[in-house]
């Protein structure tokens, strides 16, 4: 019975994705003044991601990224969609870059799954 118990616990802690670790940390509107367009995919990508489609919100995501790299948020959602859909290596690349582009913003710094992908320094 107690091998059973730990083989079910295994199985389940195996199962139980970083993403589920979030909580309810979502993806963030993009700052004042960034770009219209960026704006626009990045706010589709949120409108996707409120529905589900967290691959065509990763397209977004990847475009606002694109458009303009400098912005963290933008980094930040794409590695929240990564993350989602299981592509932990490349959402740490994105969370070091959300974190290097943060200007300061204590949203993405203290993000838990951040946190959890690259830990307090990065590595």
Not at 5 to 24: K, Q
Not at 64 to 90: C, F, M, R, T, W
Not at 106 to 122: C, D, P, Q, R, V
């Amino acid at each position: 019975m107690n091998k059973f118990l730990v083989t079910i616990a295994t199985l389940f802690f195996l199962a139980f994705p970083l993403s589920a670790i979030a909580g309810g940390e979502g993806p963030m509107k993009l700052p004042a003044g960034s770009n219209a367009e960026a704006v626009k995919h990045n706010q589709e990508g949120i409108d996707h991601w409120n529905q589900g489609h967290y691959d065509v919100a990763l397209k977004h995501f990847q475009m606002a990224s694109k458009i303009d790299p400098s912005v963290g948020e933008s980094h930040y959602n794409e590695a929240l969609a990564l993350d989602k859909l299981g592509q932990h290596a490349s959402a740490s690349m994105h969370f070091k870059a959300a974190r290097k582009n943060a200007h300061g913003r204590a949203e993405i710094l203290n993000s838990g799954i951040l946190m959890k992908h690259i830990g307090k320094e990065g590595s």
